[in-house]
């Protein structure tokens, strides 16, 4: 059976600040993804939110893209608002970029990640979804995960692996169209590492195996400024992962979030700290941050989800978490300075390029004596 899993997310109002969506919201988001399945549109759903971004996960025989799908996450996530709105909560409709709906909620400010895949006897996948960070969030362990023995032992241990894996790596600073390179591993590594250091400007957007051409993993792409043309807010990325025989088992995706890696987010957006994997269901806190990544581990047959497993819910992780707030602490101390705040390319989008358009005029050119 050929099933579609669309994974649709938007910030469309929170409680106390930058914290997460109230019960209220979760449950009117609930009850529009009900009407939905009753009405056969959708197969199954859920509803999560990690920080103050809510989450649509649904199953459906559509494929990608469909207008419908998009559809019913725009008109939940524009209810969403309203009923944020109606309890006086911060930034109510902040993702919604767009005043009405065009066939595809990307370019208007959700982000969205989406499969359509043949399901196998058995069908593991993870979703994953960050907060207070951009896309590029997922270049480390995405590809580490999938192109290096350290992470995944199946590149050594499983004879299918040979192949290796193909990395689609998407240009986010182009605006005028989606401008793709298609890359694989083992031929290409040094070149993808080439782009893949620069995480704000090169993204990857899918993963496919090299013997089978299935889709192994996707990642939403978004990046608001580039919509609004200014900082709105996060672009706080989700990313669908399958699992297991051909593709890496789920501790080898896991596997290299535990360096809790650096990453542009954080507080307006503007600094690095370290991603800090946490528990379903996790607020944002600490300097309107740190960058957090939660993942749900599920099933999928004939298109109905089992229960999640929290993956991050596990004692490994309290030491990892400690790291990331050892290592977010330590950056945090340089305050505004050096490579704890974004560079120009990212500040561009907020008030420091207005400042500095009036610092200009205290600047004199110095006449030297001969």
């Not at 995405?142 to 040979?162: I, Q």
């Not at 954080?266 to 528990?279: E, I, L, T």
């Not at 806190?285 to 047959?301: E, K, L, N």
């Not at 305050?335 to 610092?359: H, R, S």
Request: include cysteine; hydrophobic fraction near 40%; charged fraction near 20%.
């Amino acid at each position: 059976m050929k099933t579609t899993l669309s994974l649709i997310k938007a910030d469309t109002g929170s409680v106390g600040g930058h914290n997460r969506p109230s019960e209220a919201m979760l449950a009117k988001a609930r009850e529009f993804q009900a009407q939905a399945m009753s009405k056969g549109l959708l197969i199954d759903s859920r509803v999560t939110f990690t920080g103050d971004d809510i989450a649509l996960l649904m199953t459906h025989t559509k494929g990608v893209d469909n207008p419908d799908i998009h559809k019913l996450a725009w008109d939940t996530f524009i209810e969403t608002t309203k009923i944020a709105k109606s309890q006086g909560l911060y930034g109510a409709g902040q993702d919604l970029l767009k005043d009405a709906f065009s066939g595809n909620v990307r370019g208007m400010g959700p982000g969205s990640a989406e499969i359509e895949l043949e399901e196998r006897p058995a069908e593991p996948f993870v979703v994953f979804a960050a907060d207070k960070c951009g896309p590029g969030v997922f270049n480390y362990p995405l590809f580490e995960g999938f192109a290096n023995p350290y992470h995944n032992a199946g590149l050594l241990l499983a004879p299918d692996f040979g192949a290796g894996f193909t990395f689609n790596i998407m240009d986010v600073n182009n605006t005028e169209a989606d401008s793709v390179a298609t890359m694989a591993v083992p031929a290409d590594y040094y070149d993808i590492c080439t782009l893949l250091r620069d995480p704000n400007h090169y993204v990857i957007e899918s993963v496919v195996e090299n013997a089978t051409g299935l889709t192994a993993a996707v990642a939403s792409t978004s990046r608001l400024h580039n919509i609004a043309g200014k900082y709105v807010g996060k672009d706080d990325p989700v990313a669908i992962v399958r699992t297991q025989k051909q593709f890496p088992s789920t501790g080898e995706i896991l596997s290299p979030w535990a360096l809790a890696h650096y990453t542009l987010g954080d507080n307006r957006g503007s600094h690095h700290v370290a991603v800090m994997p946490v528990k379903q269901g996790s607020i944002i806190s600490y300097f309107d941050g740190p960058t957090i990544v939660s993942a749900a581990g599920y099933c999928v047959h004939e298109g109905k989800l089992t229960e999640a497993v929290d993956l991050f819910d596990q004692p490994f992780w309290d030491i990892i978490r400690n790291k990331a707030s050892e290592k977010t602490l330590e950056m945090r101390r340089q305050g505004f300075y050096g490579p704890a705040m974004a560079g120009m390319d990212e500040l561009e989008y907020t008030g420091v390029v207005e400042n500095l358009k009036k610092l200009k005029d205290k600047f004199a050119i110095r006449e030297h004596k001969k």
